[in-house]
């Protein structure tokens, strides 16, 4: 069940993978947060799938497109990402801001 498992997911990944391609460089730069969220899930999903126990895998089975479905439901998740990587450029900011000063402060000395 595992490896069969494994290959669906792998199938699903393959078809993704190709029907991207298909699109203009334009496109695909477009979607690169999504292509780097599928390459992710897919990851994950191998990982998982070792721990698994049959039962789960087959439930799994049951459902279509596991890679896209997983994609939707993180794309509804309230995303930290950017709040955080604001508030560490913020704390950044303020300390090259004073180590700028800082050295203006000795250089003028």
Excluded: P
């Amino acid at each position: 069940m595992r490896e069969y498992f494994l290959n669906r997911i792998y199938g699903e990944y393959q078809s993704y993978k190709a029907s991207v391609l298909e699109e203009n460089s334009g496109s695909i730069y477009a979607r690169c947060y999504e292509i780097d969220c599928m390459i992710n899930i897919y990851e994950i999903l191998k990982e998982f799938a070792m721990k698994l126990s049959v039962n789960e895998l087959e439930r799994l089975m049951n459902h279509r497109d596991i890679l896209k479905y997983l994609y939707e439901l993180w794309m509804k998740r309230s995303d930290s990402h950017y709040a955080e990587m604001e508030h560490h450029v913020a704390d950044e900011m303020k300390k090259l801001i004073s180590n700028t000063e800082e050295l203006k402060e000795r250089n003028v000395a």
